[in-house]
């Protein structure tokens, strides 16, 4: 018996260790007035955030990611998603609540729809698992 109680202790305590997400790419969407705004897609390793990318940054007919004329406001907000690499999902979402912090972001970027669609990747769930 105390063979087996330690056993149990011991296998709740290594996965107390391991990632509460699935390891993985993850894809969420911030969607406002029937308009896809952020599309973002990351990696999660450990809860790790890593590999971070746009798939959509659009607002009011102006795409963002291929216009020029934005491309300022584009560096910015690419500078919010930057931002939460290396950090576990948790500080990371939570660092987006106050984007004047962030270097070379500025409080003009709408972090909170980097953050809600970050949230909505985690929410969905792993879109491709890691092997």
């Known amino acids: 018996m105390k063979?087996?109680?330690t056993g149990i202790f011991i296998?709740?305590?290594l996965t107390a260790f391991?990632?509460?997400f699935r390891d993985g790419v993850y894809r969420g969407v911030f969607v406002s007035g029937q308009e896809t705004q952020v599309e973002v897609q990351f990696k999660l390793t450990d809860d790790v955030i890593s590999a971070t990318k746009?798939?959509?940054l659009f607002y009011k007919g102006q795409d963002y990611l291929k216009n020029e004329s934005l491309k300022?406001?584009?560096e910015k907000f690419e500078a919010a998603l930057n931002s939460t690499q290396g950090k576990k999902i948790d500080e990371a979402l939570e660092t987006l609540y106050k984007p004047e912090?962030?270097?070379r972001a500025g409080a003009s970027v709408r972090a909170s729809k980097i953050r809600a669609a970050m949230?909505?990747?985690i929410n969905n769930g792993v879109y491709t698992p890691d092997k």
């Open 54 to 56: 746009y798939r959509t």
């Open 119 to 121: 949230q909505n990747a």
């Open 3 to 5: 063979k087996l109680i």
């Open 72 to 74: 300022d406001q584009k």
């Open 11 to 13: 296998l709740g305590s």
């Open 18 to 20: 391991a990632g509460q």
């Open 101 to 103: 912090d962030i270097p």
